[in-house]
């Protein structure tokens, strides 16, 4: 499904009731599950990731394939790790195939975990022998991704004696993984962390995880809309006091474009973000994004489509995303004259355009942040293409519709640029 898309005829303007936190779904699923408290009416994230993390849970078959969900992957080899004579053989599509999880397998099994690996090593697919684990002490190299450590964390207060966790060296994503135990906290367990080292004592969960935020990573994209447009938008459901990373986006947008202005009980509606347009805008954006690396997809269209030149740092985790994300960014950017320089974990813009030729037609790589980041840049350049749209489904299935709710207009890719541009597409599109 391929999408040309058009700016409102006026101001962007509209209430959006945000998803609900992926995040926190996906770690609500896992804790609930351990502790058997699962309340009922529990509100999740109605996405890809989140059905697949909990179809995981709920299949009694021997072969589960996660697709493309990374989060549920590294989750569900901890949860099934230590379910006595529980047999899984985990799989996943090609791209999946092809992301490390040999850190969580090590460490997991250095506390009595039975996995193998069916194909590559080093990468799914696996080959789990569910049985009673113990605590102890050991160390991890999270540096490829947090999740490894959330997913030794949550299963922690089962584990004989608990479990001492010390990361090997200051990673990224350090939010996520307060995240995860400010959630495990919120259920009773007993878990703290300093600096570096993460102590989880035993004795399981007493209470169910029973309230999910609005998500904070989905906002990022009506914060560029904001920044490119001076709009009207406020975003229903977003909390201030977050414990979501990606909440770093109030103090990052101001010098970008977009300020927010926080309602605890807009129009009734519970708590709400309303964004405003900001004057007050830097001459080059120098930031690091290490413990808020999803942001990077939409700050960085941002500042394309602003003229802010930027440094990017810390983003050496996007390699490993559901595409080589850091790659992908550079690649669609030229499609706007933008010259992206890459070198490790850095990404930076100096200020050079080279001028368009074409309307770009921006290709998503089976990642959905990718889709969400340069759909706004229909503001600036009508009737750009968005191939493959349905990857939106992995985070925000209702993307589109509430795109289309600010006034946009969505047309068939199939639609020729020309034919868009005199009216001559189906109605209703």
């Not at 599950?33 to 009922?40: E, N, V």
């Not at 850095?346 to 290709?363: A, H, I, K, N, Y």
């Amino acid at each position: 499904m391929d999408y040309r898309i058009l700016p409102p005829s006026e101001l962007p303007e509209a209430e959006i009731r945000l998803p609900l936190s992926k995040s926190m779904s996906n770690r609500a699923l896992i804790i609930n599950a351990l502790s058997g408290l699962t309340p009922d009416g529990l509100r999740l994230a109605e996405c890809d990731d989140t059905r697949l993390l909990a179809a995981g849970l709920e299949s009694g078959i021997s072969e589960i394939d996660i697709d493309g969900a990374g989060t549920a992957m590294r989750f569900l080899t901890a949860f099934y790790a230590m379910q006595p004579d529980r047999k899984v053989h985990f799989t996943g599509n090609e791209r999946m195939l092809h992301r490390p999880i040999k850190p969580l397998v090590e460490a997991l099994r250095s506390l009595g975990a039975d996995i193998s690996y069916a194909g590559e090593e080093g990468f799914p697919p696996l080959v789990i022998n569910g049985r009673k684990l113990h605590g102890g002490e050991l160390v991890i190299d999270a540096s490829m991704s947090s999740q490894f450590v959330s997913a030794l964390l949550m299963i922690a207060p089962y584990l004989e004696g608990g479990l001492t966790l010390r990361l090997s060296s200051d990673i990224g994503s350090m939010p996520y993984i307060d995240l995860t135990l400010d959630m495990m906290r919120r259920a009773g367990a007993r878990a703290e962390r300093e600096r570096l080292t993460i102590t989880v004592e035993e004795g399981g969960y007493t209470d169910p995880i029973t309230h999910i935020e609005a998500d904070w990573s989905a906002a990022s994209y009506w914060y560029e809309i904001e920044a490119a447009s001076s709009g009207f938008i406020t975003l229903l459901g977003l909390e201030e006091k977050s414990a979501q990373g990606d909440s770093a986006l109030a103090g990052i947008y101001p010098s970008l474009g977009a300020t927010t202005e926080f309602n605890s009980d807009y129009n009734g509606q519970g708590p709400a973000a309303e964004l405003m347009g900001s004057p007050d805008l830097d001459g080059r954006l120098i930031l690091d994004l290490a413990d808020t690396p999803d942001l990077t997809p939409a700050i960085a269209v941002t500042c394309a489509l602003v003229s802010i030149p930027f440094r990017l740092t810390g983003l050496e985790t996007l390699r490993i995303k559901e595409c080589d994300r850091m790659a992908a960014i550079a690649t669609e950017l030229a499609k706007l004259g933008i010259n992206v320089e890459i070198n490790g974990g850095t990404m930076e813009w100096l200020g050079d355009r080279s001028p368009l030729t074409e309307v770009p037609e921006f290709d998503t790589y089976g990642d959905h942040r990718m889709a969400m980041a340069f759909a706004p840049v229909s503001l600036f350049i009508p009737g750009i293409k968005i191939r493959n749209a349905e990857v939106v489904s992995k985070s925000y299935p209702e993307f589109w519709d509430h795109l289309k709710q600010a006034g946009f207009t969505l047309v068939d890719g199939d639609v020729s640029y020309n034919d868009l541009m005199n009216g001559n597409y189906p109605e209703g599109e």
